[in-house]
């Protein structure tokens, strides 16, 4: 069984930053690869960012250039790193983890409140 327990989300102005924390717990094996959905009231589900174990990284476009996504294997934590910041950003953001065989793992969502 694993565990994600996200962290960091609230309200900010446009093109302010926040920064979101995952800790994932559990029986995590090697080869994982972690990162951040969101969802928006009425639309889908979307990916933001994702990283590889061993680093690789995949941005949504319209993310691309603003936000950050990072690890810390050792802790089994992603972190993502928000930056200029857009009320478009409003979305409930949700860690990922996938986990091998082939196990997706959700955590609860954190809400994050772009508004002057």
């Known amino acids: 069984q694993v565990r994600l327990v996200e962290s960091g989300g609230g309200l900010v102005q446009p093109g302010g930053s926040l920064r979101l924390s995952c800790a994932a717990s559990?029986?995590?094996?090697?080869?994982?690869?972690m990162g951040w959905y969101r969802q928006a009231p009425g639309k889908q589900r979307e990916l933001v960012a994702t990283i590889t174990s061993g680093g690789a990284t995949n941005y949504a476009d319209s993310v691309k250039g603003r936000f950050t996504v990072s690890r810390d294997n050792a802790k089994n934590t992603v972190y993502l790193q928000m930056n200029s910041l857009k009320p478009d950003d409003t979305a409930i953001y949700l860690c990922?983890?996938?986990?091998?065989?082939?196990?997706?793992?959700w955590g609860q969502g954190t809400q994050v409140t772009v508004s002057s």
């Open positions: 559990g029986s995590i094996f090697t080869g994982n690869s």
């Open positions: 990922w983890l996938w986990n091998r065989p082939a196990i997706n793992y």
